[in-house]
C-alpha cells in the first residue's frame, strides 16, 4: 500500500464577539476566529493536510478569501468538499493529528467533542483523530489570547486500484 503524509498550517486573530467555532464545533469563549470564512483555523489546516498529502491545491487556492462566494463560509462544507476531491484522487484517510496553539479558549475539556466532530465531517472514526491545546507560555505574537495557530499533520493511504 502506498502512504503519503501532509502537513497543514492556519492562523487567525482572535476578536470580540465572533463565535468561537474550531474543529466544526462552538467554544464557550468571548472571542473567536476572524476570517472571510467562519474562520475555524483547525478545520482550515486539517483540508491543507488532506490537500498537501494528495498533491492538490491548497485551501486557499481552492476557496480563495477574494472570492464572496465564501464569505461567511462553514468550514465543514469546505473540509467535506476537499475530502471528496482527496478520495477522488484515489485516497483514504489513514489519521489526523492536531496541535492547537493559543492562550484563547481552553482546548482540553473540548477534546473529545472536537475529535467526534472532525471525525464526522471527515468520514472517518473518532479514533483516526487527535488533537491537543498547547499554551504559549505568554510568549509570541499569540500570547494574551489574541490569536490562535493551528498545525495538522495526516497520513493518507492510496487505495488499490
Ligand atoms: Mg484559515
Same mark, same amino acid.
Given at each position: 500500500?502506498?502512504?503519503?503524509?501532509?502537513?497543514? %498550517?492556519?492562523?487567525?486573530?482572535? #476578536?470580540?464577539?465572533?463565535? *468561537?467555532?474550531? !474543529?466544526?464545533? $462552538?467554544?464557550?469563549?468571548?472571542?473567536?476566529?476572524?476570517?472571510?470564512?467562519?474562520?475555524?483555523?483547525? &478545520?482550515?489546516?486539517?483540508?491543507?493536510?488532506?490537500?498537501?498529502?494528495?498533491? &492538490?491545491?491548497?485551501?486557499?487556492?481552492? %476557496?480563495?478569501?477574494?472570492?464572496?462566494?465564501?464569505?461567511?463560509?462553514?468550514?465543514?462544507?469546505?473540509?467535506?468538499? *476537499?475530502?471528496?476531491? $482527496?478520495?477522488?484522487?484515489? %485516497?483514504?484517510?489513514?489519521?489526523?493529528?492536531?496541535?492547537?496553539?493559543?492562550?484563547?479558549?481552553?482546548?482540553?475539556?473540548?477534546?473529545?467533542?472536537?475529535?467526534?466532530?472532525?471525525?464526522?465531517? *471527515? !468520514?472517518?472514526?473518532?479514533?483516526? $483523530?487527535?488533537?491537543?491545546?498547547?499554551?504559549?507560555?505568554?510568549?509570541?505574537?499569540?500570547?494574551?489570547?489574541?490569536?490562535?495557530? #493551528?498545525?495538522? #499533520? *495526516?497520513?493518507?493511504?492510496?487505495?488499490?486500484?
Amino acid at each position: 500500500m502506498k502512504i503519503r503524509v501532509g502537513m497543514g %498550517f492556519d492562523v487567525h486573530r482572535l #476578536v470580540e464577539g465572533r463565535p *468561537c467555532k474550531l !474543529g466544526g464545533i $462552538v467554544l464557550p469563549h468571548p472571542s473567536g476566529p476572524l476570517g472571510h470564512s467562519d474562520g475555524d483555523a483547525v &478545520l482550515h489546516a486539517i483540508a491543507d493536510a488532506l490537500l498537501g498529502a494528495a498533491g &492538490l491545491d491548497d485551501l486557499g487556492t481552492l %476557496f480563495s478569501d477574494q472570492d464572496a462566494q465564501w464569505k461567511d463560509a462553514d468550514s465543514a462544507k469546505l473540509l467535506a468538499e *476537499c475530502l471528496r476531491r $482527496v478520495r477522488r484522487a484515489g %485516497f483514504e484517510v489513514g489519521n489526523l493529528d492536531v496541535v492547537i496553539a493559543t492562550e484563547g479558549p481552553r482546548i482540553a475539556p473540548h477534546r473529545a467533542a472536537m475529535r467526534a466532530s472532525i471525525a464526522r465531517i *471527515c !468520514g472517518i472514526e473518532a479514533q483516526q $483523530v487527535n488533537l491537543k491545546g498547547k499554551s504559549l507560555e505568554g510568549l509570541g505574537a499569540l500570547a494574551g489570547g489574541t490569536g490562535i495557530a #493551528v498545525q495538522a #499533520v *495526516c497520513l493518507l493511504e492510496q487505495r488499490s486500484p
